[in-house]
């Protein structure tokens, strides 16, 4: 069994970075509240959400979880996502969305059940696609408005509803930046719990097109070389990490030649 407690995005560590015991899990519940608690022993799980974060005891730290899945095991970030999300999902589906009365908890399911209609509630995943360009030998990263530490990332964006992955990529691209791509390949996926993204990673190739950005999404984008990246791109732990590193790696290979 792993015990995770969580505060908003972040996760909360004994003060020296290592994860909580079950008595740890006991001591920050008391002293900060619970918004939930519960088990998941199919997958070794216990998870409470903290309410007050002013009242974490000394001897722990809260450390964005984003940050933390760098340095994990596939197993821990596996666990840590899927406490996240449903600790989230818990916290978001507390009544019957068809006839409003408020759901319980499946007896063996990880599901929520109406009282009243027998309504059955799964957690839900959002699907969201991300996605690295290439032209030549450049990479197109992007800043978005809402980013304050200057980071250029990849683009990317929520699946709409009937879309294909593949469709969507194509649609986020040309309303961000008014490019057409080609030659998109799967990349790789990352569950992302926040609160419930699952991100399915591209790679595509420039077309045609000339950069036009979406005023309201994008501050800046442009074409890098791998080698000379922006001073601050996604931190290692992301999916968008992944990919940059990647476009790295093949710069690198073809420099050395
Ligand atoms: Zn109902």
Not at 79 to 108: I, M, N, V, Y
Request: hydrophobic share 40%.
């Amino acid at each position: 069994m792993r015990y995770f407690a969580f505060i908003d995005r972040d996760i909360v560590l004994r003060s020296d970075g290592t994860e909580l015991t079950e008595e740890d899990l006991e001591k920050v519940g008391e002293a900060c509240g619970r918004t939930e608690d519960f088990v998941e022993e199919a997958t070794g799980i216990r998870c409470i959400g903290l309410k007050d974060a002013g009242l974490l005891p000394e001897g722990y730290k809260r450390h964005p979880l984003r940050f933390y899945f760098a340095a994990q095991t596939e197993q821990v970030i596996q666990q840590a996502s899927r406490a996240k999300a449903l600790l989230g999902w818990r916290q978001q589906t507390q009544f019957c969305p068809r006839c409003g009365a408020r759901l319980s908890d499946h007896e063996s399911l990880t599901a929520r059940v109406c009282p009243e209609c027998q309504n059955l509630i799964f957690p839900r995943i959002e699907p969201c696609v991300i996605m690295l360009i290439h032209r030549d030998d450049k990479i197109l990263l992007a800043r978005n408005v809402n980013n304050k530490n200057g980071m250029y990332a990849c683009l990317a964006g929520f699946m709409e509803a009937g879309e294909t992955a593949e469709q969507a990529v194509c649609r986020e691209v040309f309303e961000e930046t008014h490019l057409r791509i080609r030659n998109l390949r799967y990349f790789g996926s990352q569950s992302w719990p926040f609160p419930a993204q699952l991100m399915i990673a591209f790679t595509a190739e420039y077309e045609s097109g000339d950069l036009q950005l979406q005023s309201e999404e994008i501050a800046d984008a442009a074409w890098f070389d791998p080698l000379h990246l922006p001073e601050v791109t996604p931190p290692p732990g992301s999916i968008a990490h992944r990919l940059i590193e990647a476009a790295v790696r093949k710069a690198e290979l073809k420099n050395n030649k």
